[in-house]
């Protein structure tokens, strides 16, 4: 018999961001958080795990590469915390089922998209993690109890198991057991509604997620004002402009929740630039996009949001995908690798008359 699972989980990137920790082992954050769930194969994780009598430890390949699992380090805590489900919830319950908890595991991941580079890989590696775990083990658990899981290996990837609009609730029991995600709505609610991921540095960061938010925990004054008076009441309004399908409301909490998470890497000691120029030329291009429409109709048209990485994502109405995409490019060109989905370029690399 072969026991062997392969799944994939895509990203979700962060509206209302999650940065800092109450407690580091459980990963319980200081606030709760709200992300969308991409839905194209763009940037996804997909990880195989097999369990075998044969093998003699738990081990785990990261784009091919072996990574070593560390004693009571995060990947060891999902790792023994899904056998435990499997013996609780299968083994105990049918004795003619396999005994796959006792078995190691081997498991390979591979990420479409850059990892470590602040499009959230850790988000979608972890989720991915979890649901190969679960489909290989055939645990019949509902996405809630997984995301406590995939909360201990990286806490944004409690929200990747769940599709459309995902809150992190932060909770407030020591155990954890209360913070896991909840969908807000299924992607279905708002189809038209898109995210143009701009890949502006595609190397590793230098302060990982991990390392940066605990430090802005330790020194961040503004940490303290965020996550008490700004996010609770952010959470809310944004919940309800995703539910009213309220673009504008929905762009604005973005914006401005983006721009307090990189004020409050700024304001740790010493101080964590995740942005850069080009970045900050991005948030020029949409702030001046959307004054024009704002004098026009009242109304913003786009959203940028920046995780800890250079890297921006925009997030429109798909009747604005064409026009932002030929203004993204006209300023940041990217002849060689950018895949012209609608068709706009010529092969000179100039802009086609009337491109579809
Ligand atoms: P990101 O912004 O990409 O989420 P982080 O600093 O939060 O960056 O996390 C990156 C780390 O997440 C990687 O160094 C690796 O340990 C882990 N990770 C990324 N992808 C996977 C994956 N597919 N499977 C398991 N772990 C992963
Ligand atoms: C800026 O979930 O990567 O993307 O829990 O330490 O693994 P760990 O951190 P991680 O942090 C994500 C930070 C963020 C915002 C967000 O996704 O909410
Ligand atoms: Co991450």
Redesign the pocket.
């Known amino acids: 018999m072969v026991f062997q699972a392969t799944t994939s989980a895509p990203v979700n990137i962060a509206c209302i961001k999650y940065w800092g920790k109450r407690d580091t082992t459980l990963i319980l954050p200081t606030n709760s958080s709200l992300s969308v769930t991409l839905d194209q194969d763009h940037l996804r994780?997909t990880?195989s795990s097999r369990a075998d009598p044969s093998f003699t430890s738990d081990r785990?390949w990261?784009n091919a590469k072996e990574?070593i699992i560390k004693d009571g380090g995060r990947?060891s805590t999902c790792i023994k915390e899904m056998k435990r489900l499997r013996k609780q919830l299968v083994e105990d319950t049918d004795p003619n089922a396999p005994k796959l908890s006792t078995y190691h595991v081997h498991i390979a991941?591979?990420?479409n998209f850059p990892?470590?580079?602040?499009?959230?890989?850790?988000?979608?590696?972890?989720a991915?993690?979890v649901s190969s775990l679960a489909a290989l083990y055939s645990l019949p658990c509902p996405p809630t109890t997984l995301s406590l899981i995939a909360r201990q290996?990286?806490g944004?990837a409690c929200r990747s198991l769940q599709g459309g609009f995902v809150a992190w609730e932060q909770g407030s029991q020591p155990t954890g057991l209360d913070s896991h995600a909840v969908q807000i709505a299924p992607e279905s609610h708002w189809p038209t509604l898109h995210a143009l991921i701009c890949v502006v540095n595609d190397a590793k960061?230098g302060t990982?997620?991990?390392s940066g938010m605990q430090r802005t925990v330790e020194t961040s004054p503004l940490l303290q004002h965020r996550i008490k008076n700004v996010v609770p009441q952010r959470m809310v309004d944004i919940s309800k402009a995703i539910l009213d399908k309220d673009f504008d409301a929905f762009a604005r909490i973005t914006m401005a929740d983006s721009n307090q998470f990189h004020a409050v890497a700024l304001d740790t000691t010493p101080p964590i630039f995740y942005m850069n120029d080009v970045s900050r030329a991005i948030i020029a291009v949409v702030e001046e996009y959307n004054r024009v429409w704002v004098e026009k109709t009242g109304k913003v048209k786009a959203a940028y949001t920046f995780?800890?990485?250079p890297n921006a994502v925009i997030y429109t109405e798909g009747e604005n995908v064409k026009e932002i995409i030929e203004i993204i490019v006209r300023f940041f060109p990217q002849q060689e690798t950018f895949k012209d989905p609608f068709g706009l370029f010529a092969n000179d690399g100039g802009l086609k008359e009337g491109g579809k």
């Open positions: 994780s990880t785990l990261l990574e990947m991941s591979y990420n990892t470590a580079a602040g499009l959230a890989s850790s988000a979608s590696g972890f991915a993690l290996g990286s944004s960061k990982s997620s991990t995780d800890a990485g």
